[in-house]
């Protein structure tokens, strides 16, 4: 049977969707460093409290980890720039959530905005998703194996909880 383009569409969407939530689970498990204050529903974090937010995991990830002052001083920068880059996601994530609704609670229902809207979306959740593989990348290149297997199997604990 041929495959209709909006069909085609929608599976792309909801295997971006698959993805990003598979990475929002590792954020929220495990690295939630990344995605500080996530599913509190607060506007951006105050630099000072992003800093001590960032110090306080790190430090935790650190000791489970038995991570060498070499593989903090690598760590430190590369979890606290991609935090950094990820956090003015969260105030977009609540404004598209509410222009959703716009859209879809309006007196007529508009399928070229509505397609407009889930084409940014989907673009902005790509950036995204890019940004954090690229972080999750650069500090599994920093750990061994065995340290890397270790916060595998903390996402799985977090997971299982219903966590991740």
């Known amino acids: 049977m041929e495959q ?11 295997k971006l969707a698959a993805v990003s939530t598979a990475f929002a689970g590792l954020a929220g498990a495990g690295l939630g460093v990344l995605a500080p204050g996530r599913g509190r529903g607060r506007g ?23 991570a060498t002052d ?16 990820l956090q003015p996601l969260r105030a977009k994530v609540r404004e598209a959530r509410l222009e959703g ?22 673009a902005a959740t790509d950036a995204a998703s890019r940004r ?3 972080a999750v ?12 297997k270790t916060l595998a199997a903390r996402f799985a604990r977090h997971t299982r909880r219903g966590r991740g």
């Open 137 to 148: 990348t650069d500090v599994a290149e920093v750990l061994t194996p065995d340290q890397r």
């Open 4 to 14: 209709t383009t909006a069909q085609s569409s929608r599976r792309r969407f909801f």
């Open 70 to 85: 070499a593989q903090k001083q690598k760590l430190d920068p590369i979890v606290k720039q991609a935090a950094q880059e």
């Open 44 to 66: 951006p974090m105050d630099p000072a409290a992003l800093e001590e937010r960032l110090e306080r995991m790190l430090k935790h990830m650190y000791v489970e980890i038995d």
């Open 101 to 122: 609704m716009k859209l879809f609670s309006a007196e007529s229902i508009d399928r070229g905005a509505i397609e407009r809207f889930r084409a940014q979306q989907i």
């Open 132 to 134: 954090f593989t690229q």
